[in-house]
């Protein structure tokens, strides 16, 4: 039932296996130019992660993070202000052409061009990464068929709804059967059937040799499908190992809370406001 198209060889194969599948060294991202009244927006703080090849790598931390900042770097299409990104061993930004050939993204936002019917933006995206159109066009048809929204393969992506975006996303990222996955929340508004479609399409793309790095804030997900979780918390890398040895017989969620909460006691100068205002419209307004 799935896409079952092997992985096109290459000479990357040849990667020894202790080589990342992605590595960040000290990677650093300031937004905005820092002024005398203004210090620039420190988004993603000297992150150094290693990403083993093979693994299942989950990504978590809260809104602002910096998880989105963070993936746009390692995948070069975000310039660090500091530190250095690799694919399979291959400096993002001195060596561009070898390291995205590598990923399949599926960034925070559009990936192809939405006043396109679905099947020929996805045939654009597979001839850009190198495919004969007959291939693109093959594997476009399995992987709408497979995420259910071949129906809607002749309608303009930007007819579709949020859930119907991501999964074709997701089909892009995959159609060149690329080495390397790179998924920014790739379940989100994404419906509970075709999510589990999609869990099992990633285990399988493990299984299989391949290496997915995905962010998201479900800690379920996170829990059950990955055998490696970073947590980020404004900005700077928490933990970051085995999921069971970063759980340490606790939750996920537990753990993130806490990281969370003690950081925003730690920065805090007076209590956060309560809202005891909010009491079911009984109050006065
Ligand atoms: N283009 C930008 N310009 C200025 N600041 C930005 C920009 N993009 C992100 N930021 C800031 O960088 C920080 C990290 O944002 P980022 O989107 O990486 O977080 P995230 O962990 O992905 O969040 P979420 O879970 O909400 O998607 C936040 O403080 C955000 O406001």
């Given at each position: 039932m799935y896409p079952d198209h092997p992985r096109t060889p290459d000479?990357?194969?040849?990667?020894?296996?202790?080589?990342?599948?992605l590595e960040t060294r000290e990677l650093t991202k300031v937004y905005g130019t820092a002024t005398a009244m203004y210090d620039g927006q420190?988004?993603?703080?000297?992150v150094s992660l290693a990403i083993p090849r093979g693994s299942l790598y989950g990504l978590v931390g809260a809104n602002g993070a910096g998880k989105t900042t963070w993936l746009s770097m390692a995948t070069g299409l975000l310039r660090p202000s500091h530190g250095s990104a690799f694919l399979d061993g291959h400096?993002?930004?001195?060596d561009p052409v070898a390291a995205r050939g590598r990923v399949g993204l599926l960034p925070?936002?559009?990936?192809?061009?939405?006043?396109?019917?679905g099947h020929v933006a996805l045939r654009h995206v597979g001839v850009l990464q190198g495919l004969a159109t007959d291939v693109a066009d093959a594997r476009a048809a399995d992987l709408m068929a497979v995420f259910d929204i071949a129906g809607s393969?002749?309608?303009?992506?930007?007819?579709?709804s949020a859930g119907m975006k991501k999964k074709i996303g997701l089909a892009a990222a995959l159609i060149h059967s690329p080495r390397l996955l790179v998924l920014?929340?790739?379940?989100?508004?994404?419906d509970p059937v075709s999510a589990v479609t999609i869990r099992e399409i990633l285990q399988r793309f493990t299984a299989t040799g391949g290496t997915v790095v995905l962010s998201s804030h479900s800690m379920t997900l996170i829990e059950q499908i990955c055998t490696h979780v970073a947590i980020l918390d404004k900005g700077r890398l928490v933990t970051a190992g085995e999921t069971a040895a970063v759980r340490a017989g606790t939750s996920l969620e537990s753990i993130l809370v806490d990281t969370v909460n003690k950081s925003a006691a730690d920065g805090a100068d007076t209590a956060a406001p309560g809202?005891?205002?909010?009491?079911g419209g009984n109050g006065v307004r």
């Open positions: 000479a990357s194969d040849a990667t020894p296996a202790a080589v990342p599948a420190v988004a993603v703080s000297g400096d993002v930004w001195a925070d936002g559009p990936t192809m061009s939405e006043a396109l019917p393969a002749d309608k303009p992506v930007s007819s579709y920014d929340e790739p379940l989100e508004a994404v809202l005891d205002w909010l009491d």
